[in-house]
Each structure stands twice: as structure tokens, then as C-alpha cells.
């Protein structure tokens, strides 16, 4: 059995059609001053004919490539995802044949915090001997679930893919994580059709969101570090769900951490849920920021509200 899970290899794939908050001032009353400095998010991502498992496909396969495997070789896939293509079969059972793969393969549910919960997830697999090599993958296209002309939802998501791959190691890898779940806050942010018969869209009490958040996240960062006998110093860097940048900002400042030392992305990607946190790893990644042996911090709350934090051994 393995003592650690490692990630060997990330990816991503954002969709080519931009829309930036100038676009959206045209249909909707809104300003790019306004969402820049409500939010921090200058543009975003929208799919116009891909699907969920389309930008999957293309994360997973860079997340492949990466790690120096084969899709045959994986033992494993979770996908997390808020906005499967079907109610079912599970987007990862067709992500599974998109890539060549021949193992299980299940979709987690757990709206921006999916990404945590289905590392964390992958982790017990590879901990306990069930699983060597597992892809785990958040991808959105929430562009789907936006009602357009809300301007105070519409402004803020966008669509994109991020993978992980993991694998079982005896070299430091995923140290510690932790998660929480409180569905009292069921009408604070939700998508409130019954699923079978009817559409809906993401209906959201923005103020009380932006505090729970904050206070949430904060504390859970704390606790982390805390648990792990570690000071914020020790972190190389965070990389946050990217929701909002004052959210990000002020979870920063309560653990001391510069902003310097934080990776955002979601400038350029808006909101972009289970998606966000891969996104910004692979970006970080791949530009050089983040290197192996580094220390990162995952975060991340969603609807429910869920929210989880994943400490990890680069
Ligand atoms: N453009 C212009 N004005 C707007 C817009 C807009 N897009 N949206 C709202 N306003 C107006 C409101 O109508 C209000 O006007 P009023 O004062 O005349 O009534 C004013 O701006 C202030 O509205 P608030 O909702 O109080 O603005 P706030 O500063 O809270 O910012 C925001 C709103 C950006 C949504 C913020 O609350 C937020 O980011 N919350 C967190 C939401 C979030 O991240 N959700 C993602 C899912 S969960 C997660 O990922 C963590």
C-alpha cells in the first residue's frame, strides 16, 4: 500500500469564445468598473456547441501527457462536476471511452467544492491499496445553469476544465485534508428546478454567500495549518477557488499569507466551479510558479454549503 497520494501530472482547457465584462454591459445593466472591482473578474469562458466531458476530454488528456502515462494504465477516474451532459449515465463513464480508458469511472457532486472532495476522495482509494492510478478532473459548463440576464449571477461564471492525475507514492504527496458540509444554506445558493421536467438557473444571495465564505474558508485555513503543526510561512503557495478576488484576499490577509504567493487566475476564467482550483494549479504549473517539492494549499466552499481544504506536498 501506498503511504501517499502524488500528483504526477496536471492539465486544463479553457473554450476559445471569451466574454468580457464590456460584452456583458451591452445586454445587461452592469460595467466593467463595477465587476472588476466587485469581483476582480475582467472576463470569462463560454462554451458555444462543447460539452462538460469535451473540455474533460482535452484537460484530461494534458493532465496525461503530463504524468508520462496511458489512459489504459488508470485505475480510477472521478470527475467532478455541477453540470453533467446527461442526468445520466455519469459524464465520467463517457469521459472514460473519450480517453481510452477501461477502468471505473463516477461523477461527484459538490458544486465549487467538488474538486476537494473528489481529491480527497481519490486519496482514500490510493491510501488504501484500491487504486495505484486515478484521474480526477473538475470540469463546468455553468454557462448552461446562468440566466443571462441576472446581472447579479451572470456576471460572475464561466466554463473550463482542470485535471489532476494521482498516483500512489512513497514520496510526500497529499499531507492532510479536511472536509465540511452544512445544508442548512439550502436557499442561499441554489439551483431550485427538481431536476426531472424543468430548467433552472443558479438563483444566489451574493452578501450572505461573500460572508460565509470568507468566515468559512478562513477558519478552515487556520485549522489546517494549525493540524498540520504548520506556520503560513511554510506555505509556498495557495491556490484558492477562484469565486472572487475580495473573498480570496481577505482568506489571505486572516493566515498572513501575501497575495504574491497565491495563485489567481480567475481575472481571465470567472468562476468557473469545480474547474477553478485545477485551472489555476496547471497554470501555475506550467508557467514555471509552482515547483516539485513545493507546499500548497487547496480551498475551496460551494453551494450546500460544502467546503474542504487540501494540503499537498507538490
Ligand atoms: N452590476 C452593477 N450593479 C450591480 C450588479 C452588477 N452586476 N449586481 C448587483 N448590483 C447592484 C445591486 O443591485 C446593489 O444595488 P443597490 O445598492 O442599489 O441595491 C449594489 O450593486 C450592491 O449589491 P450587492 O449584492 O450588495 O453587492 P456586493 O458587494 O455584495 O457584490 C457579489 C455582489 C459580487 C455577488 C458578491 O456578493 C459576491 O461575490 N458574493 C459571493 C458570491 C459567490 O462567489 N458565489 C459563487 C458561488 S459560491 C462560491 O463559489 C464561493
Known sequence: MSKFARIIGTGS????????????????????????????IKERRRVTDESTCDLAEIAANNALEMAGIDASELDLIILATTTPDKIFPATATMLQTAIGASCPAFDLQSVCAGFIFALTTAEQYIKTGAANKVLVVGSETLSRIV???????????GDGAGAVVLSGSE?????????????????????????INETGFIEMAGNEV??????????????TLKECNMSSDELDWMVPHQANLRIISAVAKRIKTPMDKV???LDKQGNT????????????????????????LFEGIGGGFSWGSVLVKF
Open 147 to 157: 440566466d443571462w440576464n441576472d446581472r447579479s449571477t451572470a456576471i460572475l461564471f
Open 171 to 195: 514520496e510526500t504527496g497529499i499531507l492532510h485534508s479536511k472536509l465540511y458540509s452544512d445544508g442548512k444554506y439550502l436557499s442561499s445558493l441554489q439551483v431550485s428546478n427538481n431536476y
Open 263 to 265: 495563485v489567481v487566475t
Open 273 to 296: 466551479s469545480a474547474a477553478s482550483i485545477p485551472l489555476a494549479l496547471d497554470e501555475a504549473v506550467r508557467d514555471g510558479r509552482i515547483q516539485k517539492g513545493q507546499t500548497l
Open 13 to 40: 482547457y479553457l473554450p476559445p469564445t471569451v466574454v468580457t465584462n464590456d460584452d456583458l454591459s451591452k445586454t445587461i445593466d452592469t460595467s466593467d468598473e463595477w465587476i472588476t472591482t466587485r469581483t476582480g
Open 210 to 223: 461573500f460572508k460565509i465564505a470568507v468566515n468559512r474558508l478562513s477558519s478552515l485555513a487556520e485549522e
